[in-house]
């Protein structure tokens, strides 16, 4: 057992990574690393909060989840009023405030606060995309892009205007319908041949082709 233990540890220095993912293609270090990485391709939720019946994909994040319920969170950040319920998320908050980026991208001069945030990073160079939409063929590097998506299908508008009852999939349409209500007064979109300003991009498009065509 302790031999095993010295294995995986001498690939953090040699970067060897023998498991590959069948789906995406990624390849990994630990075996544990390529099983919890292909629940995303599964679905399998296999961890369950014994409060609400919620699942989840690894047991740190529902560890996680389960402070929503008890509401436990003894590391407190020394600089403003905020408490964490895991040691590493408040070391991660202190970045915020000296400006630490320690995960720099091998590929341009991009650095993050987050291991997490040069993984996404690291996406845009490498390609992969392993979110796919359930619907169609489109396939998207992260899990917030898929969800976007998805509300085209399933025809979801969650952002609510306030001043009338239209509604929204995206909150950028629903910043360019607010500009419409008087209250905002807002006219960002500016016209390059002359003074005229208009709510919505797609006004100041037909402003250009009507009075100042090509």
Request: proline share 3%; aromatic share 8%.
């Amino acid at each position: 057992m302790q031999s095993q233990h010295l294995l995986r540890h001498g690939r953090t220095h040699t970067g060897e990574k023998p498991y590959n993912c069948k789906d995406c293609g990624k390849w990994f270090s630990q075996l544990e690393h390529l099983r919890r990485h292909n629940r995303i391709h599964t679905g399998e939720k296999p961890f369950k909060c014994m409060y609400c019946g919620k699942c989840f994909t690894q047991t740190s994040h529902l560890s996680l989840h389960r402070t929503t319920h008890t509401g436990h969170r003894p590391f407190k950040c020394n600089n403003c009023n905020k408490s964490f319920s895991r040691a590493v998320d408040l070391r991660q908050h202190e970045r915020m405030h000296t400006g630490e980026k320690p995960y720099k991208c091998s590929h341009c001069d991009k650095s993050f606060t987050r291991k997490g945030g040069l993984r996404e990073h690291n996406k845009l160079h490498t390609g992969v995309k392993p979110f796919k939409c359930e619907h169609c063929d489109r396939c998207f590097t992260r899990k917030g892009e898929l969800r976007k998506h998805t509300k085209v299908h399933t025809g979801e508008k969650s952002f609510k205007c306030r001043h009338c009852d239209k509604s929204f999939s995206r909150a950028r349409g629903l910043r360019e319908h607010n500009r419409l209500h008087t209250c905002t007064g807002e006219k960002p979109f500016k016209c390059k041949h002359c003074d005229s300003c208009f709510n919505r991009k797609g006004e100041l498009h037909e402003h250009n082709e009507i009075v100042h065509p090509l």
